[in-house]
Nanobody, 124 residues
Framework: QVQLVESGGGLVQTGGSLRLACAASGRTFSMYVMGWFRQAPGKEREFVAAINWIAASTYYADSVKGRFIISRDNAKNTVYLQMNSLKPEDTAVYYC?????????????????WGQGTQVTVSS
């Protein structure tokens, strides 16, 4: 079992920045690909970013590429999402997840553990 707890959400103006954190506990944190997803009101949950266990590979949705940075600190069992140049369309609940099957890291069905989510609201 893996427990994931997100933090760092909030209200920010367009162009601002936020850093989300996801603290993991339970099974060996470093063995998992960790991902961030988001869900806006009335929309399906979508992939945002992912990072593999040695942080050698990162993956981003086109909509956030160049603005968001995913990183992890295995010693602290924590994964981060630095969000810069935020836009109103980034408003959503952001979820941290741990991949548990060997499919595409862009596919939420590959993730078996999820946090409770943290709200990010970007005002125009």
């Amino acid at each position: 079992q893996v427990q994931l707890v997100e933090s760092g959400g909030g209200l920010v103006q367009t162009g601002g920045s936020l850093r989300l954190a996801c603290a993991a506990s339970g099974r060996t944190f470093s063995m998992y690909v960790m991902g961030w997803f988001r869900q806006a009101p009335g929309k399906e949950r979508e992939f945002v970013a992912a990072i593999n266990w040695i942080a050698a590979s990162t993956y981003y949705a086109d909509s956030v590429k160049g603005r968001f940075i995913i990183s992890r600190d295995n010693a602290k069992n924590t994964v981060y999402l630095q969000m810069n140049s935020l836009k109103p369309e980034d408003t959503a609940v952001y979820y941290c997840a741990s991949q548990t099957t060997s499919g595409s890291s862009y596919d939420e069905r590959q993730y078996g553990y999820w946090g409770q989510g943290t709200q990010v609201t970007v005002s125009s």
